[in-house]
């Protein structure tokens, strides 16, 4: 069920969007009414979990960096909205669980894989994911739905539409629901790449070329990083880097 909080502020947030900004949703008929899912998306700006919110028809529950949640009045507004904390750089077990708590009562869980944003003229460009995502969706094995967002680059860098006084255009391309394979719990740190690389993919499929980045070329080699048998326990442990 959605909260009254976000029932009464997204009508408003719509309004606002519509006024400043040219927006269109395509995809809207893959979205799952029903049951747990995970929404995954790319990050460009502070504006994609707004546009989230109003392109998927149920409540999304989002991922926020713990920092943004402790602003005064602002965390607040976010948490009855639906978001909830995780801290970077540490073993967030409280937000696995809340994750999967979100889950497992049917709610949809929204994520960005990179856990942050690039910056400057290569914002859209997509980065190399975390894997905590991944870690989530095996553990629940619910659904995830690929979301491409194009054009909400921030709107008040120089040579942004605002400054033009054009209103923006914004593009949120919605995929088609898929899940992971089963690794029946075995997986070690070359899988868990790939499936979080399966998981960008997905995303990138839905994004211009020039958006893609770290996902260009799929037939890139592995990094050093993820070379080698990775036990279980250090990859939860270092997969929980998920923020927005």
């Known amino acids: 069920m959605e909260s009254w909080f976000y029932n009464l502020i997204n009508p408003i947030l719509r309004l606002v969007v519509t006024v400043l900004m040219k927006w269109e949703v395509t995809g809207i008929e893959h979205i799952p009414m029903q049951g747990p899912l995970i929404v995954v998306a790319n990050h460009i700006s502070f504006l994609d979990g707004v546009f989230l919110a109003m392109a998927i028809p149920r409540q999304v529950h989002l991922f926020m960096k713990v920092e943004g949640l402790n602003i005064p009045i602002l965390g607040g507004f976010l948490g009855l909205w639906g978001a909830f904390p995780v801290r970077r750089g540490v073993v967030d077990r409280l937000a696995l669980r809340k994750a999967l708590d979100v889950l497992d009562e049917d709610k949809v869980l929204g994520v960005f894989p990179e856990g942050t944003r690039g910056g400057g ?73 790939s499936a979080t690389s399966d998981i960008m993919y997905h995303i990138a499929d839905l994004l211009p070329p020039d958006y893609h980045g770290y996902y260009a070329d799929r037939d890139q080699p592995l990094p050093e990083d993820v070379k080698g048998r990775g036990k279980i326990r250090h990859l939860i442990k270092d997969s929980l880097s998920m923020t927005a």
């Open 121 to 193: 003229d290569t914002s859209h460009l997509l980065l190399r994911a975390k894997p905590g995502v991944t870690v989530i969706a095996l553990r629940s094995s619910a659904p995830l739905l690929p979301v491409g967002i194009i054009g909400t680059g921030n709107p008040f860098s120089r040579g942004s539409d605002w400054l033009r006084l054009r209103r923006p255009r914004v593009q949120i391309r919605i995929g088609e629901p898929f899940q992971l394979l089963d690794y029946e719990g075995q997986f070690d740190r070359q899988v868990l790449f």
